[in-house]
């Protein structure tokens, strides 16, 4: 008689191309697989139910966060591992045949696995509406970001920046609260805030205010930060009042196409641009050109996928972590910014420096599992884990890229407030 995890290592054969790529344990204690290979247990009959109905990444998602599949050790080398046997054997999307669906759910009616689709995950995002409508972005990012204020506390620096931090040091006294200091000074030189004290800055999509907090203290600009998370405009006014910074910042629950009171003589936006969507991109950039002065500057920092891979991110991002978000190739965007009016002077790749930021954010995660588990539960506990290993990995691998644009508005005679020489904070 065969067991779980010998059927499933047949039947998936064709599939993998061979020998599984890990070492399974089937809900009925079989195994199957190389024995020096990462171990996947399969924990439940629910984990080819939801493979039958969701093949592939999303299915395989699903099933990891509700703990019917679980991986021992170390998540990240198991799924790097896996992507080294998929490029080793050249590997592609396969598309079942009817007689291949045929047989797999007869395997599935034979291990008790066959039935109609199981309900998603809780942690799994519900929008609803119109694509990029208001209320949907809304949701959208609420989803994300709303989160809770201490979560997002426990995971990333004291600064609270949620993007990808600029490292200039190898030296292990330098933290990633270091780096995020450079990158928010980075910034503010960049858009010109350094030449005088007092400039009106925008900042467009201002997380937990990382950026207007450091553009006010540091650089003396009134700041107005603009935010569509009310978890956000919370934990900053409160930074706000705490380091006496009343007069120089305000923050407003506020789409970027509703700010009124433009132009500004600075403007940044730090990935929030992936999440306005393909097809409102241009208005969004329409709104950085119309909140510019003439001769000003605007920078956008940007995550960046390869043309036709996913734009969204892949099927557990899209579902679990960032529900309408769109990301394509960096020359894609600064053509969609030339075309808005704008004109590009600077592009400066980063993409290294997000994978030794996400390595960080990894490592305080998992020292801080428990902690994190008893304030949002273990389902999003998990979530968050795949979340960071798997992008971490598609940074590290190439398959995703983070990029400042700065651009300028240029006014009626072509001029800018850009200098001849570039300076070194684009080094």
Same mark, same amino acid.
């Given at each position: 008689?065969? !067991?779980?995890?010998?059927?499933?290592?047949?039947?998936?054969?064709?599939?993998?191309?061979?020998? /599984?790529?890990?070492?399974?344990?089937?809900?009925?204690?079989? !195994?199957?697989?190389? &024995?020096?290979?990462?171990?996947?247990?399969?924990?439940?009959?629910?984990?080819?139910?939801?493979?039958?109905?969701?093949?592939?990444?999303?299915?395989?998602?699903?099933?990891?966060?509700?703990?019917?599949?679980?991986?021992?050790?170390?998540?990240?080398?198991?799924?790097?591992?896996?992507?080294?046997?998929?490029?080793?054997?050249? /590997?592609? =999307?396969?598309?079942?045949?009817?007689?291949?669906?045929?047989?797999?759910?007869?395997?599935?009616?034979?291990?008790?696995?066959?039935?109609?689709?199981?309900?998603?995950?809780?942690?799994?995002?519900?929008?609803?509406?119109?694509?990029?409508?208001?209320?949907?972005?809304?949701?959208?990012?609420?989803?994300?970001?709303?989160?809770?204020?201490?979560?997002?506390?426990?995971?990333?620096?004291?600064?609270?920046?949620?993007?990808?931090?600029?490292?200039?040091?190898?030296?292990?006294? *330098?933290?990633?609260?270091?780096?995020?200091?450079?990158? /928010?000074? =980075? #910034?503010?030189?960049?858009?010109?805030?350094?030449?005088?004290?007092?400039?009106?800055?925008?900042?467009?999509?201002?997380?937990?205010?990382?950026?207007?907090?450091?553009?006010?203290?540091?650089?003396?600009?009134?700041?107005?930060?603009? !935010?569509?998370?009310?978890?956000?405009?919370?934990?900053?006014?409160?930074?706000?009042?705490?380091?006496?910074?009343?007069?120089?910042?305000?923050?407003?629950?506020?789409? *970027?196409? &509703?700010?009124?009171?433009?132009?500004?003589?600075?403007?940044?936006?730090?990935?929030?641009?992936?999440?306005?969507?393909?097809?409102?991109?241009?208005? *969004?950039?329409?709104?950085?050109?119309?909140?510019? %002065?003439?001769?000003?500057?605007?920078?956008?920092?940007?995550?960046?996928?390869?043309?036709?891979?996913?734009?969204?991110?892949?099927?557990?991002?899209?579902?679990?972590?960032?529900?309408?978000?769109?990301?394509?190739?960096?020359?894609?965007?600064?053509?969609?910014?030339?075309?808005?009016?704008?004109?590009?002077?600077?592009?400066?790749?980063?993409?290294?420096?997000?994978?030794?930021?996400?390595?960080?954010?990894?490592? !305080?995660?998992?020292?801080?599992?428990?902690?994190?588990?008893?304030?949002?539960?273990?389902? %999003?506990?998990?979530?968050?884990?795949?979340? /960071?290993?798997?992008?971490?990995?598609?940074?590290?691998?190439?398959?995703?890229? #983070?990029?400042?644009?700065?651009?300028?508005?240029?006014?009626?005679?072509?001029?800018?407030? =850009?200098?001849?020489?570039?300076?070194?904070?684009?080094?």
């Amino acid at each position: 008689m065969s !067991t779980v995890a010998r059927t499933l290592a047949d039947l998936l054969a064709p599939v993998v191309g061979g020998e /599984l790529p890990v070492h399974i344990t089937a809900w009925d204690g079989s !195994t199957a697989g190389p &024995e020096d290979a990462p171990h996947v247990r399969l924990t439940s009959p629910n984990v080819l139910r939801r493979l039958l109905w969701s093949p592939g990444e999303l299915g395989a998602a699903q099933a990891y966060v509700t703990g019917e599949l679980d991986v021992d050790g170390d998540l990240g080398e198991a799924l790097t591992h896996v992507w080294a046997v998929v490029r080793s054997r050249g /590997l592609t =999307m396969v598309r079942p045949t009817p007689a291949k669906v045929l047989e797999l759910v007869r395997a599935a009616r034979s291990l008790g696995a066959f039935g109609r689709p199981l309900p998603a995950p809780s942690s799994q995002a519900q929008v609803k509406g119109r694509l990029h409508s208001l209320s949907r972005d809304r949701a959208a990012i609420s989803h994300h970001y709303d989160l809770s204020n201490e979560f997002y506390e426990m995971v990333l620096d004291p600064n609270m920046a949620y993007s990808s931090a600029y490292w200039t040091s190898d030296s292990p006294d *330098y933290t990633l609260e270091d780096a995020q200091r450079d990158k /928010l000074d =980075m #910034v503010c030189r960049k858009v010109g805030l350094d030449q005088r004290r007092g400039m009106r800055f925008l900042d467009v999509g201002c997380g937990w205010g990382s950026l207007s907090l450091h553009a006010a203290a540091e650089f003396g600009a009134q700041v107005v930060g603009v !935010t569509i998370s009310r978890e956000q405009k919370a934990f900053i006014d409160k930074r706000i009042a705490d380091r006496g910074l009343t007069d120089l910042v305000e923050i407003r629950i506020q789409d *970027y196409r &509703e700010v009124p009171d433009g132009p500004f003589e600075a403007v940044a936006s730090l990935e929030m641009g992936e999440h306005v969507g393909q097809k409102n991109y241009p208005v *969004y950039v329409k709104a950085l050109h119309d909140n510019i %002065v003439p001769g000003g500057r605007v920078l956008i920092q940007q995550m960046s996928r390869k043309a036709g891979d996913h734009p969204g991110g892949g099927p557990f991002i899209e579902s679990f972590i960032a529900p309408d978000m769109f990301m394509r190739p960096v020359g894609e965007t600064v053509a969609m910014i030339e075309e808005g009016g704008l004109e590009v002077r600077d592009v400066h790749a980063m993409r290294e420096h997000y994978v030794r930021t996400v390595d960080v954010w990894y490592d !305080t995660f998992e020292k801080r599992w428990n902690d994190l588990v008893a304030l949002v539960g273990e389902e %999003v506990a998990r979530v968050w884990r795949l979340y /960071l290993v798997g992008g971490g990995m598609a940074f590290r691998d190439g398959r995703m890229g #983070v990029d400042q644009i700065l651009s300028v508005r240029p006014d009626s005679e072509g001029h800018t407030s =850009m200098p001849p020489v570039r300076p070194s904070w684009s080094a």
